[in-house]
């Protein structure tokens, strides 16, 4: 699955890629005023189950280890979001592909090169010509 934001154009970026079993990134962090800011995409069969962040809330405020998954679970988005970001700010193209790899191990078997690109913040075509730089094209 991924997570993707549309821009006004209708262009989609890819800000998550998700492995199952998982946790997609909670309403807290992917909402604003009620509205999501994201959507949400499989592209295989998943089986997936929800709840109202209401009732989370409610089951946080009751149970102390339910509160403690929900802030670990909010805890790892987090940071995940602010890893890609440095590697966005702070990486060129092939050492982001590099981290991609390290991070994200088998996610280049699983997921489009699209969406790989697009998550890198790069082009497909940049993307296929460091993977054939370093062999893997």
């Known amino acids: 699955m991924s997570s993707n934001i549309c821009d ?26 009620g ?19 209401r009732k989370l809330s409610d089951l946080m405020l009751a149970s102390e280890p339910i509160l403690n998954w929900a ?8 940071n995940e979001k602010a890893e890609r970001e440095w590697c966005l700010a702070a990486l060129g193209g092939a050492e982001r592909l590099k981290w991609f790899r390290l991070t994200y191990p088998r996610y ?4 489009t090169h699209v969406l790989i690109a697009s998550f890198l913040g790069i082009t497909p075509v940049t993307l296929s010509r460091l993977r054939a730089d370093d062999g893997q094209g």
């Open 8 to 33: 006004q154009e209708g262009k989609e970026v890819c800000v998550g890629l998700y492995l199952g079993p998982c946790v997609i990134t909670p309403t807290i962090a992917r909402t604003r005023n």
């Open 35 to 53: 509205l999501s800011l994201v959507s949400v995409e499989a592209k295989t069969d998943v089986k997936i189950a929800k709840i109202d962040a």
């Open 71 to 78: 802030n670990a679970v909010l805890r790892d988005a987090l």
């Open 108 to 111: 280049e078997e699983i997921f």
